[in-house]
């Protein structure tokens, strides 16, 4: 049904779906949520042969446990929890120092590696509120105010964890009774105590306990309340239903010589419609080595040097098209997916700057426009830009005559300090920036964000470094004593 202009069903929207309930003889024997027509149809017909084997004396009625449906209490929430094959187990925010000190792969490893299972991640820095809802439990701690201004400064990762379904098991001893009352001895059994052998029982570990015994729960703080979990989850990860029914996975696809040139366009546009997300292109000519990797599948075929001739030839003239070879190249696993995006799109870093006189709400938009053309927010610190730390970042101008204007500005207020991580990152943040001057910006640009956001040349709202010297430079000055110099920890 269409229902998006009935302003009463609007908090309803992308929460909705169909429930398919199989009864029989009153009891509810199936449940299946949400519009997956294959499944519908394969447990009616499942259903329906059963009944006629049962009718045809060819089986006996399987003893079915009846479904029971969401608790009314649950449905006065809101929504019911989100369904999974294991319950959710927690919210888990690993505060500022540990990003800072990069401890969030080891903590992340930790917990894994104890058989919980991290559904969904984000990097962020909290909102005030955000701080103050989460730590509800801490607010009457005398250092309360101090507490949200250290994790509201700097860069959090949430987490949804849940319960896997292998959790490394702990030992535990415990003291076994005897199952029968010793008996009297007898003239031909001498009196002997009896011997109580400890019996060794598994105990699942709590998340919060595991923390705790691998000594990082100072770092990560949990929250297991099925009730302000299904909440947190709606703050933190309004699309994560979607996220998990979709199973976003990411792969390489590579457009050989010929197709490349003579049909390029309407195969990314063919993609598209299919319904992926072109994340990243860029247009090579592979080294022999790169062209021998890819077609590793043709190598004992008499045609695998014309083959590799074909694959690094720059123009497609040169391209053999008689070979019978497929146009189209993607990744056969994860696994090689993974190591293919890494080769063909290194990763960058650049140093990224939201100015003091960006108010909260739009640096909240930019932040989000930051996630959505795809950069990892790798570190944040929100901090004064002093002399001696704004020349870290602005060191190619700070002889020149405005200078002096700049430092006024920056010493208006806390800056946002950011390090953006993503393949061809300088060149892309440069570009999702727009021209200095944010008039110029809103003529040649418009969709940037200077000429959103910006106000004049030296209030254009943020700032980048130009190359990746100036960029490596900025980030080892300016994040340099957030990092630990213990290289194990790191």
């Known amino acids: 049904a269409e229902a998006d202009n009935i302003v009463t069903l609007q908090p309803f929207r992308d929460k909705c779906e169909p429930v398919f309930l199989f009864s029989l003889n009153g009891k509810i024997i199936a449940k299946i949520e949400g519009a997956n027509a294959p499944l519908v149809n394969k447990?009616?017909?499942?259903?329906?042969?059963?009944?006629?084997?049962?009718?045809?004396?060819?089986?006996?009625?399987?003893?079915?446990?009846?479904?029971?449906?969401?608790?009314?209490e649950i449905e006065d929430i809101g929504e019911a929890p989100y369904e999974s094959v294991h319950e959710p187990c927690g919210i888990a925010v690993i505060k500022p120092n540990a990003v800072i000190n990069r401890k969030v792969l080891d903590i992340k490893e930790?917990?894994?590696?104890?058989?919980?299972?991290?559904?969904?991640?984000?990097?962020?820095?909290?909102?005030?509120?955000?701080?103050?809802?989460?730590y509800s439990s801490m607010a009457d701690q005398p250092d309360f105010e101090e507490f949200i201004s250290?994790?509201?400064?700097?860069?959090?990762?949430?987490?949804?964890?849940?319960?896997?379904s292998e959790q490394m098991p702990v030992l535990e001893e415990t003291e076994a009774e005897p199952e029968t009352e010793l008996k009297e001895p007898t003239e031909d059994q001498p009196d002997v105590k009896a011997e109580v052998t400890p019996v060794v029982t598994m105990k699942q570990d709590s998340l919060q306990e595991y923390l705790e015994r691998q000594h990082i729960s100072q770092f990560c703080d949990l929250e297991e309340d099925v009730i302000r979990v299904t909440k947190f989850i709606d703050i933190f990860f309004p699309d994560f239903k979607k996220m998990k029914d979709m199973k976003l996975q990411k792969t390489l696809a590579l457009l050989r010589p010929d197709l490349f040139h003579?049909?390029?366009?309407?195969?990314?546009?063919?993609?598209?419609d299919e319904g992926f997300k072109i994340l990243d292109q860029r247009q090579i000519i592979l080294s022999e080595?790169?062209?021998?990797?890819?077609c590793k599948e043709y190598e004992n075929e008499n045609y695998f040097e014309k083959l590799i001739e074909y694959m690094t030839s720059l123009c497609a003239q040169f391209a053999m098209g008689s070979l019978p070879v497929n146009q189209l190249y993607g990744s056969d696993s994860l696994e090689?997916?993974?190591r293919e995006i890494e080769h063909f799109f290194p990763l960058q870093s650049t140093l990224a700057l939201i100015k003091p006189h960006a108010t909260r709400e739009q640096r909240e938009d930019i932040l989000r426009i930051?996630?959505?053309?795809?950069?990892?927010?790798?570190q944040a610190k929100e901090m004064l830009l002093t002399q001696e730390r704004a020349n870290k970042i602005y060191s190619k101008i700070s002889g020149k005559p405005f200078y002096k204007d700049v430092l006024e500005m920056l010493s208006e207020g806390p800056s946002l300090v950011l390090v953006l991580t993503k393949w061809n990152a300088i060149a892309e943040w440069r570009h999702l920036m727009g021209p200095v001057d944010?008039?110029?910006?809103?003529?040649?640009?418009p969709d940037s964000i200077r000429a959103r956001f910006g106000i004049s040349i030296l209030k254009n709202i943020v700032h980048g470094s130009s190359n990746a010297y100036e960029a490596t430079d900025s980030i080892g000055k300016i994040f340099e004593e957030f990092v630990s110099e213990n290289p194990e920890e790191n």
């Open 438 to 445: 944010p008039e110029e910006a809103r003529l040649l640009s």
């Open 150 to 164: 250290f994790m509201t400064t700097g860069l959090s990762c949430v987490l949804v964890i849940y319960q896997g």
């Open 110 to 134: 930790k917990i894994t590696r104890a058989g919980f299972v991290i559904e969904a991640e984000d990097k962020r820095i909290l909102t005030e509120d955000q701080v103050i809802d989460f």
């Open 43 to 72: 447990t009616v017909i499942t259903l329906i042969n059963e009944e006629r084997k049962i009718a045809a004396g060819e089986m006996v009625r399987p003893q079915y446990h009846e479904i029971a449906l969401v608790d009314s």
């Open 336 to 338: 090689t997916a993974e």
């Open 370 to 378: 930051i996630k959505e053309a795809g950069f990892d927010l790798t």
């Open 289 to 294: 080595q790169e062209a021998h990797t890819l």
């Open 262 to 272: 003579e049909r390029k366009e309407e195969v990314l546009h063919f993609i598209e």
